[in-house]
């Protein structure tokens, strides 16, 4: 697993003109190392993230009115499945059909959703957002030091109830985000309760007090609410 994510990495340093030299030397050593059967898994990864970053391109691109008809030509067609790149230890045999219109999120870089269905028949979809246009490098880095903390602070009995995210550049300006499953954002929050303008103080009080109905549920979701806002 942990040789998948380094060739994702050394295939994302290419694009850095100061280093592709001495990448693409070290990238060539690991494929002839890793043996036939991993090579073949990350070019059938690299297909994957290639078609993913076409699709999300044209999206991008395209008029808003026709982002919807847009749609993922079938990469399984052949009937294998594939490692994520984002998530190695994840096989994905074929995208949800059931979200066969791709979900595109409403911003200016138009970042494309997609739900795959895994190989393992009791595992959950996989969901994943596909961005181009917009530079990654910097949430991975990011995202290591949160988990780094969180792993340190654990390690002496402090539990900040984080959670974390995947993240990878795939290259210059284009990359994959893993989907957090039950999350939801302060834009739908501030959208659901019909408001406009500015999100008021007390919109997200009255959001906890509709899902938590109870006194002792509230309490406890301001008390893991609060402990995360100390970040």
């Known amino acids: ?8 990495l050394l295939v994302d340093a290419l694009g850095d003109w100061l280093y592709k030299s001495w990448m693409n030397k070290v990238l060539s050593a690991l494929k002839h190392c890793c043996g036939r059967a991993l090579r073949q898994q990350l070019q059938h990864q690299s ?14 691109t395209a008029d808003k009115n026709k982002r919807k008809r847009l749609k993922i030509v079938s990469f399984f067609a052949d009937g294998q499945p594939c490692r994520l790149p984002l998530d190695p230890a994840v096989v ?14 409403n911003s200016n870089a138009a970042p494309v959703e997609v739900s795959f269905i895994t190989a393992d028949p ?14 990654l490098r910097q949430d991975m880095l990011v995202l290591q030091i949160v988990r780094l ?14 959670v974390t995210y995947r993240c990878i550049s795939t290259g ?35 959001w ?5 109905k109870t006194k002792e549920d509230y309490e406890k979701v301001m008390r893991v609410f609060s402990t995360r806002l100390l970040l």
């Open 172 to 206: 210059r300006d284009q990359g994959l985000v893993e989907v957090v499953r039950d999350a939801v954002t302060l834009a739908k929050i501030h959208q659901e309760w019909g408001l406009s303008g500015a999100l008021r103080e007390d919109t997200l009080e009255k």
């Open 149 to 162: 903390l969180d792993r340190i602070w654990r390690q002496e009995g402090l539990d900040m109830r984080m």
């Open 1 to 8: 697993m942990h040789c998948v994510c380094v060739c994702r």
């Open 47 to 60: 297909r994957l993230v290639d078609l993913l970053t076409q699709v999300a391109e044209k999206i991008r």
């Open 92 to 105: 994905v045999k074929d995208v949800d059909i059931e979200v066969n219109s791709i979900n595109v999120f």
């Open 122 to 135: 009791l595992g959950q979809k996989y969901s994943l957002i596909c961005k181009t246009g917009d530079n």
């Open 208 to 212: 906890f007090h509709m899902r938590n």
